[in-house]
């Protein structure tokens, strides 16, 4: 879609409005279908370690995706 709009014509900084459209349109959907994602409820039953345990597999997985990353684009 974004490139049939920037072949008719639309700026970049136009294309750059529609992508904030599309992240409101999908949080919208997912506000509005909430109850259907029982994947997605708050987890009552989990400990305090279970959110550190996972706070730091996040930091580390996102440290060696950026660290990939930037060797495969030749920074490293």
Do not use: C
Not at 50 to 62: D, K, L, Y
Request: proline letters at 1%; hydrophobic letters at 60%.
């Amino acid at each position: 879609m974004e490139d049939a709009l920037f072949k008719w014509g639309w700026d970049a900084n136009e294309l750059r409005l529609l992508y904030v459209a599309k992240i409101a349109v999908v949080a919208s959907l997912l506000w509005w279908f909430r109850k259907s994602y029982h994947e997605l409820q708050w987890p009552v039953e989990v400990d305090w370690r279970t959110w550190i345990a996972a706070i730091v597999a996040g930091v580390v997985v996102f440290i060696a995706w950026i660290n990939l990353y930037s060797k495969l684009d030749g920074d490293g």
